[in-house]
């Protein structure tokens, strides 16, 4: 017979996902009712609004799609983007090639504005190209780059597109909660997210919204999209309209019903903490692993200027085993810290500090053990200060 599953308990410090709060694995166990239960359809309309305020936004169309955030991603896509349309891509790491094979499989052509790993994504490279391609409908880029720990400016690379005429897809899987996002200050027509990052939920769920501008985009659509699953025209029955309306919701697919409380779990701990304070408190806990990883020797990939402060990409040291390393942290410390991606692979580290694993303890446990795996495997490095450079920096504070 096989037996049950027992995971350990990790200390998930790596791109995502994040450390989940208990809260949320104990919303999780709560009894399923059914997905059209008046009760259910009450915490869905009150999920919008948790959402709404996660997004900084009014936008009626914000939901969680029901599936990860790459589901988000092609829900972007496939609902603005028709075959024979222009979309130019923004691309400094992994996430906006996966946004080029988005645009390309839905019949369009993308347009690649190319900026190195680690670097923000440069708005007067975007303006080149959105001169040199007048026929462009849309612009995309990440926010924060997962891949490199780089952030890109958000308000400025729209309002950029706008002046051209174009609408913007944001990424904003890694940025939500974990630093600045106001979608309706910065005019944003359609962005997604995810639930494993900073919002320290299980994975499996993607926050999206639309603008009225993106809608009547969609709604001017010449051809059917092609995903049905993803057809905001057919979710929009199902998660638009509201109970207190009186309107029905019509049957588009089977809720996850308790993933959906675990969200909302999340997001009412976001509310209690309120969104700035998980802004601010990200920025402090990065600034406390930083003082640790330089009193190590280790430099960080993003210059500070772009640095995101829940991805922190280092450089591993030269002659250092990356596996080894990492193999120590999870095997001794029940530690997860992630790997490099694409041509950062073996080339760097990726600790994550994102939503409930931004906290002390967690930044204390990561310099004590990266420092002891490193000393005993003889890396080049400064051993035996780590800790306490946080420490002095958290006593400064
Ligand atoms: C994690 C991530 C995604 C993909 O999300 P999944 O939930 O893994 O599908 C997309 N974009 C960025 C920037 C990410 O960090």
């Known amino acids: 017979m096989t037996s049950s599953f027992y995971p350990p ?72 983007v028709e075959a024979g349309d222009t979309v130019i891509v923004c691309q400094n790491g992994v996430f906006g090639g996966r946004m080029k094979e988005n645009v390309e499989r839905c019949g369009a052509t993308a347009v690649m504005v190319q900026d190195e790993w680690g670097k923000a994504c440069d708005p007067q490279k975007l303006e080149d190209a959105l001169k040199a391609h007048p026929q462009a409908k849309l612009v995309a880029f990440v926010q924060a780059e997962t891949s490199t720990g780089a952030s890109s400016d958000v308000k400025t690379l729209t309002s950029l597109a706008h002046q051209y005429d174009c609408l913007v897809i944001v990424d904003a899987v890694t940025s939500l909660a974990g630093t600045e996002l106001r979608v309706d200050d910065w005019g944003v027509d359609a962005i997604y997210s995810g639930t494993q990052k900073c919002l320290s939920c299980t994975p499996g769920l993607s926050p999206v919204s639309f603008n009225q501008r993106a809608i009547d985009v969609i709604k001017a659509r010449k051809t059917a999209v092609q995903s049905w699953f993803l057809d905001l025209n057919l ?162 504070q």
């Open 235 to 396: 979710v929009m029955g199902y998660w638009g309209p509201s109970s207190s309306t009186g309107s029905k919701r019509a049957y588009h697919h089977t809720a996850p019903v308790n993933a959906l409380y675990a969200l909302h779990e999340s997001l009412v701990i976001l509310e209690e903490e309120g969104l700035e304070n998980a802004w601010a408190r990200h920025a402090l806990h990065h600034k406390a692993l930083k003082a640790g990883l330089e009193s190590l020797g280790l430099n960080f990939v993003v210059a500070e200027a772009d640095r995101l402060p829940q991805l922190n990409a280092v450089t591993i040291p030269a002659g250092v085993d990356d596996g080894a390393v990492r193999a120590a942290l999870l095997n001794d410390y029940n530690l997860e810290i992630g790997a490099g991606l694409g041509p950062m692979a073996g080339k760097v580290w990726r600790i994550g500090l994102m939503g409930y694993a931004a906290r002390k303890d967690n930044v204390l446990l990561c310099l004590s053990a990266l420092d002891e795996v490193l000393g005993r495997m003889h890396a080049p490095v400064n051993h035996g200060d780590a800790v306490s450079a946080a420490l002095a920096f958290y006593q400064r």
């Open 9 to 80: 308990q990790r200390t998930l410090m790596g791109p995502g996902p994040s450390d989940v709060n208990p809260r949320i694995t104990q919303a999780m166990a709560r009894p399923t009712i059914g997905h059209l239960d008046p009760l259910f359809v009450g915490m869905m309309d009150e999920m919008k609004g948790l959402l709404q305020y996660a997004l900084q936004t009014e936008n009626a169309l914000t939901i969680p799609v029901s599936a990860p955030g790459s589901a988000g991603m092609e829900t972007c896509f496939v609902n603005l």
